[in-house]
């Protein structure tokens, strides 16, 4: 029996108003001066969108954003974590 050695190239399409966001775990500091934790203690996490549902507006995929740590639904897609989060739990954008 022959196994298929071709990597998956798997992705989320989120429905309606919701959206996949790909958590970042590293601290980051903005330029103007918003320092973003990475540790367990924080509230929030920052993630960059990847796809967003036919209803959603004000993001879009490639946009930072802060939202709550335990927000949405956990996805492991292909090794990649990813939260599938509704629109209305996203804070923020972070503008560079």
Avoid: H, W
């Avoid at 029996?1 to 775990?25: I, K």
């Avoid at 507006?57 to 639904?73: Q, R, T």
């Avoid at 292909?78 to 560079?96: C, N, P, S, Y």
């Amino acid at each position: 029996m022959l196994e298929d050695t071709r990597p998956l190239r798997l992705s989320l399409e989120p429905l309606d108003n919701y959206v996949v966001v790909q958590p970042t775990d590293e601290e980051a500091e903005t330029r103007a001066g918003l320092i973003l934790p990475a540790s367990a203690e924080a509230q929030c996490r920052s993630g960059i969108v990847t796809a967003v549902g036919s209803e959603v507006e004000g993001v879009a995929p490639g946009d930072k954003v802060l939202f709550p740590k335990e927000a949405g639904y956990d996805v492991r897609l292909a090794g990649t974590a990813q939260k599938v989060i509704k629109r209305e739990g996203l804070i923020a954008r972070i503008l560079d």
